[in-house]
């Protein structure tokens, strides 16, 4: 039975992620198209489902203007761009993933719709030297607060998530221990913003990220905030 699995699996995992998985042991797979195993030594350190912050259609020019000049940057290794998908996938103590979340319909908040550009339309890069990320996010029509604005819950969110993962990527696994904003001005609903988070300092288990959200042209101040993340017992996801 595994024998006939496993080709299968093989080109399943290539498609999605450009990388050839020797995957001899594993079980089954996810409906989420990510192949799972708690046995396999073989596996990976990182299998990637689809990554949600490629640009679509609905990314606008000044969204698309951005991305390239930050896919620039990665070219000198300086910064990377990191993948989004929309479930936490958990590695075990091997680096290997567990399937501590089995196939539900489950989502991850800021991914929970496949509807492009109705939402949240974002992408991360880091850099780790610098102990920096830049979040590019365009708002959708069904963040709406304030009529023509963005509601602050969803700049909570966005913040929370582009702050998170900067403090994921320098500390491993984190949870939210505090999320502090000052919003300064309204943003446009469907405008791009640039969210910068830089990791201010790290005390043991906590990370201090501070963040400021300013429009694509870089001209206003739309957010400022300050968090504080606390290292949970996880392996770091971004050192596969
Ligand atoms: C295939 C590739 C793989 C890709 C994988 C993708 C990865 C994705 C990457 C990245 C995305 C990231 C996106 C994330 C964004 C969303 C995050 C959320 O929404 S999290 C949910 C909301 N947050 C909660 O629900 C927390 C609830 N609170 C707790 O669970 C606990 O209170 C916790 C864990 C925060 C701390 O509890 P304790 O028992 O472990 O530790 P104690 O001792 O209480 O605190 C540790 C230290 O922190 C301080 N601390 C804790 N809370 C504080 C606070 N509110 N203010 C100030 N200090 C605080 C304490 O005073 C202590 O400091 P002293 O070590 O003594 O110096």
Known sequence: MLSKIQPIARVICQNITGRFIH?????RTMKSGIRFSKTAKELPKVVASKDYSEPNSSWSQEMMKLYEQYIEKTKDGSWKKLPSYNRFLVLNEDGHFIDKFPPSKA?????NTEEEGSMFEYVVFANKVEKKAVGLFQSGDLLEGPSGF???GAIATIVDAVSGTLATYVAGFVMTASLNLDYKNPIPLGSTVIIECQLEKKEERKSYVNTRVISHDCTKLHTESTALFVSVNQKNPYQG
Do not use: D, Q, Y
């Open 23 to 27: 995957n001899p042991s594993a079980r």
């Open 107 to 111: 989502r991850l908040f800021t991914r």
């Open 150 to 152: 963005v509601h602050g």
